[in-house]
């Protein structure tokens, strides 16, 4: 079942570099099959768990009402005649350990509209944000404990 999903998703790879490179000659052929399975290989679960697909698909409209506000938000900054924007790194403490939560939280902070995450581990989380909103958003650390919820289970 494991080789049968890392064929499925290596052959999925090989299908989109052909569609995106054009070239159907024997080195592109076999640099994008060669590429299909690093990339597969690299990209494989590392634990026998699954996936949380429920939980995440209850995530997703939060995140994107989240980004929905954040666009308004920046809009109303770049259009603002006196824009208060007042750009800041922030640290906080992410709590989460599994590298899957990590990796989600990082992509959904730097996903909204006028944050960028810079760095994320275990033990600190770093994030640029365009305006004092942003900012406190980061630190009141909703994001983390709502990918945290994903994971555990638990959560909002």
Same mark, same amino acid.
């Given at each position: 079942m494991? =080789? *049968?999903?890392?064929? !499925?998703?290596?052959?999925?790879l090989w299908g989109i570099w052909i569609l995106l490179s054009g070239k159907m000659d024997v080195l592109h052929l076999g640099a994008g099959g060669a590429a299909a399975l690093g990339v597969a290989f690299l990209a494989r679960p590392r634990t026998d768990e699954r996936f949380p697909l429920g939980r995440?698909?209850?995530?997703?409209?939060? =995140?994107?009402?989240q980004v929905l506000k954040s666009n308004l938000r920046v809009a109303r900054l770049a259009l603002a005649p006196r824009a208060s924007l007042a750009p800041r790194v922030v640290r906080a403490v992410p709590s989460l350990s599994d590298e899957r939560a990590l !990796? *989600? @939280?990082?992509?959904?902070? !730097?996903?909204t509209p006028g944050t960028?995450?810079?760095d994320i @581990?275990?033990? *600190?989380? !770093?994030?640029?944000? =365009?305006?004092p909103v942003s900012a406190r958003e980061i630190e009141t650390g909703d994001v983390v404990r709502r990918v945290g919820g994903v994971f555990r289970g638990g959560g909002p």
């Open positions: 494991r =080789l *049968l999903r890392f064929l !499925t998703i290596a052959g999925f995440f698909a209850g995530y997703v409209p939060w =995140l994107l009402w !990796t *989600l @939280a990082g992509c959904s902070i !730097t996903l960028v995450t810079l @581990a275990p033990d *600190l989380m !770093t994030v640029h944000a =365009l305006d």
